[in-house]
């Protein structure tokens, strides 16, 4: 006998459209392993909902990533309705919701969701960065789980999380956690220059359509708060300063206007490579987080350092704690990516799922 | 309010002590963070328990650790007793055993409680390694954790599961999971002699008292099969040949006669390394798991492999998967010592107790 587990999702973009085809293409496997089964009880997205009140069957739930893919709202579907709010659709006993939306203003329903006894779990990082108390009453009883926020599908939260619960205590979090920003300091050791680098990345999809959203660092900030609070610092954003990469006259104006203007930055660039270089010191954008204070930006690391290793766009996430003082804990892997962080939500899920029908 | 959870301890040296402090210093954080209070029931060893019936003060559990420390057994203690089968003091409602001991043999009795509703964690390879029905009995619901058999404090089987769990197909594993092996495999590129690294590594405590159990290799197939066994692959212990690191002849001598051959052996590592050195690649002791097969032994690596990287005692292991096919998913840090492994059995007494009382 298996027990049933509801998820609600929102979201059902790249990220989303993944997890509903290993959701759906794992579920027996894991009624076999834990003896709980996964079923739909709503998609949602900012166009509408698909929910019947009942367990969406498979050909509703294909039929729906099929009109997402044809980029029509999910209220366009045959069962399909529009929406004012996805609260409308919990049910009363707990359900798993999962927002894999990149939405802001998310952090009240949720919260609200969890005080009533739901779970949550993320790849949204929005939720989490905003103000503490809103993270405080989301993470509240534990009832939150957001792996895939800061490294994707690698272990990440879990791994600072099981330290912590077993008294162990953080002198210091290092990190690359941009694949793109990792990637541009690789082309740039490797002698290219910051303008053809940033193209380069941006013609491949390796950077967001505005490269200014990477290269200001916010989303590697939002990050590091998030390991910070993971962490029980009790901090705000505005503890978490990072250093874009370009300069403020060119945060305002067209892509196109900023695309063409990148050249301007490459000298700049060529002397902090040929300066690290002359010091035997490799470049690379580190997040650091330690109780005293955390920062964000462009480091000159020794070639011994766990971060100095690392090449192109994988993610590196080294802990120094005081059992792990002499060498840190390191995990190492690719940080993004539309199937690897659907896996880490999927992971967050069995999880809670786990926790839902433990008591077997 | 919080739900009790019993603990039942088979085994009290180092990491069993290490155990015991980390529960007691944890359980009001736990409570808070988690909603359940962690009691023991019982700490066994081999000569005899401490029991009540009911939890142990935290008088009882103190006193206990001393008369350990000072090497007497457990029924000496005023409260402990003599004891035929520790699965006589299994409660009726599901505890968690946990075996911290080197025994063998207990996998019967371990997977008899698992069938009658209890959770086992284990730091204990043995009862994972014996035969494959052993192991599917014990592993039978997810009721069995073994984070700490593989990697100590290290995520390497939550990892692998989540990993598997979403969906994920497994490539290779390959690993370097002897801190003593790797400490000798950096000695020898430093130009040590082999039986000058096997003695410093022996008087550091680096090694078992007989560095054979080292040396044999037989530590790294258990945790080989291990891998293996938890990614599906049905295998027996025979499935994975390894490669001793000492000739045949020098098996059965006595230890203080095989520390005085070891020079016998410097030669041919002599030969080794300057074989590697001249093929520009790295010596390393690496267990490969495939799904095709499975191999542990010296290798020569090229300076790009992520085990290349390794010095000294750190342990790596580097998954390749259908997901993580360009780019493996690499955890790495300490892999031995007393109270990481202590962490990795407690991280998973959290999850399962999480398990046990999450659908509050």
């Not at 779990?121 to 009832?143: E, H, I, M, W, Y």
């Not at 920003?181 to 910051?194: F, H, N, T, V």
């Not at 050249?263 to 954008?285: G, S």
């Amino acid at each position: 006998m298996t027990r049933e587990i509801f998820l609600l999702q929102l979201g059902t973009g790249g990220v989303g459209r993944a997890l509903v085809a290993q959701v759906q293409a794992q579920r027996a496997l894991l009624a076999e392993r834990y003896g709980f089964t996964l079923h739909y009880l709503a998609l949602v997205d900012r166009g509408g909902a698909v929910h019947t009140g009942q367990a969406l069957d498979d050909q509703t739930i294909q039929t729906a990533l099929v009109v997402k893919e044809s980029r029509q709202p999910l209220a366009a579907l045959a069962g399909g309705r529009a929406l004012d709010d996805w609260r409308t659709l919990l049910p009363t006993s707990a359900c798993i919701i999962i927002d894999v939306t990149a939405a802001a203003g998310m952090e009240t329903g949720l919260a609200e969701a969890v005080a009533a006894g739901h779970r949550v779990v993320l790849a949204n990082k929005r939720p989490l960065t905003g103000t503490l108390t809103d993270f405080t009453r989301l993470t509240a009883r534990s009832a939150t789980r957001y792996e895939a926020t800061v490294g994707a599908g690698l272990p990440v939260i879990a791994t600072l999380q099981t330290l912590l619960d077993s008294g162990d205590t953080l002198s210091r979090i290092e990190a690359s956690m941009s694949g793109t920003l990792g990637y541009l300091c690789s082309a740039l050791e490797d002698g290219q220059s910051l303008s053809a680098a940033v193209g380069t990345a941006r013609s491949r999809g390796w950077t967001e359509p505005d490269p200014r959203d990477d290269l200001s660092g916010a989303d590697v900030t939002r990050k590091a708060l998030i390991l910070a609070r993971t962490s029980g610092l009790n901090w705000e954003l505005s503890a978490v300063p990072s250093e874009p990469w370009f300069p403020s006259e060119l945060a305002d104006i067209t892509v196109d206007a900023f695309m063409e203007r990148t050249p301007e930055m490459d000298r700049h660039y060529q002397e902090l490579v040929a300066q690290a270089r002359a010091n035997n010191r490799r470049l690379r954008y580190v997040a650091t987080v330690t109780p005293e204070g955390a920062s964000v930006g462009l480091r000159e690391l020794p070639p011994e350092h766990p971060l100095a290793a690392l090449r192109g766009t994988d993610n590196l996430f080294s802990f120094t704690t005081g059992r792990y003082s002499e060498q840190p804990l390191v995990v190492r892997g690719p940080g993004a990516g539309v199937e690897v962080t659907a896996a880490g939500v999927f992971g967050d899920i069995v999880a809670t799922a786990r926790e839902l029908t433990g008591d077997r």
